[in-house]
Protein backbone atom coordinates (compact mmCIF):
# COMPACT_ATOMS: atom_id res chain seq x y z
CA UNK A 1 0.00 0.00 0.00
CA UNK A 2 1.39 3.60 0.46
CA UNK A 3 3.73 4.47 2.60
CA UNK A 4 5.81 7.60 3.34
CA UNK A 5 8.95 7.36 5.16
CA UNK A 6 11.24 9.67 6.83
CA UNK A 7 14.16 9.37 9.37
CA UNK A 8 12.64 10.04 13.27
CA UNK A 9 15.79 12.43 14.24
CA UNK A 10 17.87 15.32 12.99
CA UNK A 11 20.63 17.12 14.61
CA UNK A 12 21.54 20.34 14.00
CA UNK A 13 23.89 23.78 14.78
CA UNK A 14 22.08 27.57 14.68
CA UNK A 15 22.82 28.72 11.65
CA UNK A 16 23.60 25.61 9.82
CA UNK A 17 21.53 24.23 6.81
CA UNK A 18 18.82 21.45 7.86
CA UNK A 19 18.18 18.64 5.24
CA UNK A 20 14.98 16.45 6.18
CA UNK A 21 14.32 13.76 3.46
CA UNK A 22 11.71 11.51 2.87
CA UNK A 23 10.82 8.89 0.24
CA UNK A 24 7.33 7.81 -0.46
CA UNK A 25 5.99 5.12 -2.53
CA UNK A 26 2.79 6.06 -4.22
CA UNK A 27 3.89 7.35 -7.88
CA UNK A 28 0.21 8.56 -8.04
CA UNK A 29 0.68 11.28 -5.42
CA UNK A 30 0.32 14.63 -7.04
CA UNK A 31 0.75 16.60 -4.01
CA UNK A 32 3.65 16.56 -1.31
CA UNK A 33 3.55 18.72 1.47
CA UNK A 34 5.69 19.47 4.44
CA UNK A 35 4.03 20.06 7.74
CA UNK A 36 5.52 21.63 11.01
CA UNK A 37 4.35 20.21 14.35
CA UNK A 38 5.67 22.34 17.67
CA UNK A 39 5.27 20.90 20.67
CA UNK A 40 1.93 20.35 21.77
CA UNK A 41 0.24 22.57 19.07
CA UNK A 42 -1.46 21.14 15.72
CA UNK A 43 0.25 21.08 12.33
CA UNK A 44 0.77 24.25 10.15
CA UNK A 45 1.45 23.58 6.44
CA UNK A 46 5.03 24.93 5.77
CA UNK A 47 5.08 24.39 1.55
CA UNK A 48 4.11 21.95 -0.62
CA UNK A 49 4.80 21.08 -4.56
CA UNK A 50 3.51 19.88 -6.98
CA UNK A 51 4.91 16.39 -8.20
CA UNK A 52 5.76 17.96 -11.78
CA UNK A 53 8.02 20.31 -10.29
CA UNK A 54 11.54 19.62 -9.27
CA UNK A 55 12.07 22.72 -6.83
CA UNK A 56 10.57 24.74 -4.79
CA UNK A 57 12.09 27.56 -2.74
CA UNK A 58 10.05 29.63 -0.16
CA UNK A 59 12.57 32.05 1.68
CA UNK A 60 14.55 29.99 3.87
CA UNK A 61 12.84 26.62 2.72
CA UNK A 62 13.74 24.76 -0.34
CA UNK A 63 12.16 21.52 -1.32
CA UNK A 64 13.81 19.18 -4.01
CA UNK A 65 11.57 16.22 -5.61
CA UNK A 66 13.21 13.37 -7.55
CA UNK A 67 10.05 12.00 -8.72
CA UNK A 68 12.12 8.91 -10.62
CA UNK A 69 13.57 7.92 -7.13
CA UNK A 70 10.46 9.12 -4.92
CA UNK A 71 12.11 11.23 -2.79
CA UNK A 72 11.54 14.55 -1.48
CA UNK A 73 13.74 16.99 0.87
CA UNK A 74 12.81 19.75 2.82
CA UNK A 75 15.99 22.21 3.40
CA UNK A 76 15.94 25.05 5.91
CA UNK A 77 18.74 27.28 5.58
CA UNK A 78 20.08 29.32 8.55
CA UNK A 79 18.45 26.99 10.91
CA UNK A 80 17.41 28.97 14.05
CA UNK A 81 15.71 27.38 17.29
CA UNK A 82 12.90 28.59 16.70
CA UNK A 83 12.94 26.13 13.89
CA UNK A 84 12.65 23.07 16.63
CA UNK A 85 9.93 20.92 15.79
CA UNK A 86 8.70 17.73 14.09
CA UNK A 87 8.33 17.73 10.42
CA UNK A 88 6.42 15.90 8.41
CA UNK A 89 6.31 14.63 5.18
CA UNK A 90 2.93 13.90 3.66
CA UNK A 91 1.81 12.78 0.02
CA UNK A 92 -1.80 13.16 -1.48
CA UNK A 93 -3.92 13.78 -4.52
CA UNK A 94 -4.19 10.11 -5.53
CA UNK A 95 -7.24 9.10 -4.71
CA UNK A 96 -10.69 11.12 -4.28
CA UNK A 97 -11.00 10.50 -0.04
CA UNK A 98 -8.69 13.75 0.13
CA UNK A 99 -6.07 11.36 2.50
CA UNK A 100 -3.14 12.48 3.18
CA UNK A 101 -0.26 9.74 3.85
CA UNK A 102 1.93 11.28 6.60
CA UNK A 103 5.41 10.02 7.16
CA UNK A 104 6.27 9.36 10.30
CA UNK A 105 7.87 12.72 11.26
CA UNK A 106 11.49 13.78 11.78
CA UNK A 107 12.57 15.52 15.06
CA UNK A 108 14.92 18.39 14.27
CA UNK A 109 16.58 19.87 16.87
CA UNK A 110 18.41 22.80 16.87
CA UNK A 111 21.87 23.18 19.22
CA UNK A 112 23.02 27.63 20.20
CA UNK B 1 -10.20 33.95 11.85
CA UNK B 2 -9.89 31.16 10.51
CA UNK B 3 -9.80 27.90 12.69
CA UNK B 4 -10.43 24.52 13.54
CA UNK B 5 -11.32 23.80 17.08
CA UNK B 6 -11.16 20.75 19.01
CA UNK B 7 -12.92 20.09 22.92
CA UNK B 8 -11.75 18.40 24.57
CA UNK B 9 -7.52 19.52 24.56
CA UNK B 10 -6.85 16.91 26.93
CA UNK B 11 -9.49 13.73 28.25
CA UNK B 12 -8.01 11.17 30.49
CA UNK B 13 -11.18 8.12 30.34
CA UNK B 14 -11.85 4.47 31.61
CA UNK B 15 -12.39 1.59 29.37
CA UNK B 16 -15.57 1.64 27.87
CA UNK B 17 -16.96 5.06 28.94
CA UNK B 18 -18.81 6.39 25.54
CA UNK B 19 -16.70 9.88 24.67
CA UNK B 20 -17.36 12.27 21.98
CA UNK B 21 -14.30 14.83 20.38
CA UNK B 22 -16.17 18.03 19.10
CA UNK B 23 -14.36 19.27 15.90
CA UNK B 24 -15.75 22.96 13.92
CA UNK B 25 -14.66 24.71 11.57
CA UNK B 26 -15.63 28.48 10.93
CA UNK B 27 -14.56 28.48 6.89
CA UNK B 28 -17.55 27.19 5.50
CA UNK B 29 -15.67 24.04 4.38
CA UNK B 30 -17.05 20.99 2.72
CA UNK B 31 -14.38 18.66 3.49
CA UNK B 32 -13.73 17.54 7.42
CA UNK B 33 -11.19 14.58 8.41
CA UNK B 34 -9.78 12.79 11.87
CA UNK B 35 -6.77 11.69 12.09
CA UNK B 36 -4.72 9.80 14.86
CA UNK B 37 -1.24 10.60 15.66
CA UNK B 38 1.07 7.79 17.52
CA UNK B 39 4.63 7.88 17.95
CA UNK B 40 6.29 6.46 14.68
CA UNK B 41 3.29 5.77 12.69
CA UNK B 42 2.62 9.68 11.73
CA UNK B 43 -0.92 10.40 11.57
CA UNK B 44 -3.76 7.89 9.83
CA UNK B 45 -6.89 9.06 8.66
CA UNK B 46 -9.85 7.51 10.65
CA UNK B 47 -12.72 8.91 8.92
CA UNK B 48 -13.38 11.49 6.33
CA UNK B 49 -16.55 13.87 4.78
CA UNK B 50 -16.99 15.09 1.93
CA UNK B 51 -19.73 17.09 2.59
CA UNK B 52 -22.97 17.00 5.44
CA UNK B 53 -24.35 13.62 5.55
CA UNK B 54 -21.54 11.83 3.49
CA UNK B 55 -18.98 9.84 5.46
CA UNK B 56 -16.18 7.49 4.70
CA UNK B 57 -13.57 5.15 5.80
CA UNK B 58 -10.06 6.07 6.35
CA UNK B 59 -7.56 3.32 7.37
CA UNK B 60 -8.30 3.12 10.97
CA UNK B 61 -12.04 3.73 11.61
CA UNK B 62 -12.55 0.33 14.31
CA UNK B 63 -13.59 1.82 17.34
CA UNK B 64 -15.08 4.80 15.92
CA UNK B 65 -17.99 6.84 14.52
CA UNK B 66 -18.57 9.77 12.93
CA UNK B 67 -21.69 12.03 11.92
CA UNK B 68 -21.64 15.52 9.79
CA UNK B 69 -25.21 16.95 10.52
CA UNK B 70 -23.84 20.66 9.77
CA UNK B 71 -21.34 21.35 7.31
CA UNK B 72 -19.42 23.14 10.30
CA UNK B 73 -19.27 19.97 12.65
CA UNK B 74 -17.53 16.41 12.94
CA UNK B 75 -17.73 15.16 16.57
CA UNK B 76 -16.02 11.89 16.67
CA UNK B 77 -17.62 8.96 19.04
CA UNK B 78 -15.81 6.57 20.55
CA UNK B 79 -19.01 4.01 22.21
CA UNK B 80 -16.60 1.91 23.70
CA UNK B 81 -13.21 3.18 24.48
CA UNK B 82 -10.25 0.64 24.69
CA UNK B 83 -6.47 1.35 25.65
CA UNK B 84 -5.19 1.35 22.38
CA UNK B 85 -7.56 4.02 21.59
CA UNK B 86 -4.72 6.57 23.43
CA UNK B 87 -3.64 8.89 20.46
CA UNK B 88 -3.42 12.68 19.80
CA UNK B 89 -6.28 13.48 17.64
CA UNK B 90 -6.65 15.87 14.68
CA UNK B 91 -9.55 17.10 13.31
CA UNK B 92 -8.75 18.85 9.73
CA UNK B 93 -10.95 20.40 6.84
CA UNK B 94 -10.18 22.06 3.74
CA UNK B 95 -12.89 23.66 1.16
CA UNK B 96 -12.33 20.25 -1.29
CA UNK B 97 -9.89 17.48 -0.79
CA UNK B 98 -8.71 17.90 -4.07
CA UNK B 99 -6.46 20.21 -4.97
CA UNK B 100 -2.79 21.30 -2.88
CA UNK B 101 -3.81 24.90 -2.40
CA UNK B 102 -6.46 24.19 -0.55
CA UNK B 103 -4.91 23.13 1.74
CA UNK B 104 -5.90 21.15 4.87
CA UNK B 105 -6.26 23.00 7.97
CA UNK B 106 -5.62 21.20 11.05
CA UNK B 107 -7.19 21.28 14.75
CA UNK B 108 -4.48 21.72 17.43
CA UNK B 109 -5.27 18.46 18.69
CA UNK B 110 -7.21 16.37 21.58
CA UNK B 111 -4.90 14.03 23.55
CA UNK B 112 -6.78 11.53 24.67
CA UNK B 113 -5.51 8.97 27.60
CA UNK B 114 -7.77 5.68 27.75
CA UNK B 115 -6.83 3.46 31.50
Known amino acids: GEDVEQSLFLSVREGDSSVINCTYT??????LYWYKQEPGAGLQLLTY?????DMKQDQRLTVLLNKKDKHLSLRIADTQTGDSAIYFC????????????FGQGTTLQVKP | EAQVTQNPRYLITVTGKKLTVTCSQN?????MSWYRQDPGLGLRQIYY???????DKGDVPEGYKVSRKEKRNFPLILESPSPNQTSLYFC??????????????FGPGTRLLVL
Open chain 1, 49 to 53: IFSNM
Open chain 2, 92 to 105: ASSSTPFTAKETQY
Open chain 2, 27 to 31: MNHEY
Open chain 1, 26 to 31: DSSSTY
Open chain 1, 90 to 101: AAGGSSNTGKLI
Open chain 2, 49 to 55: SMNVEVT
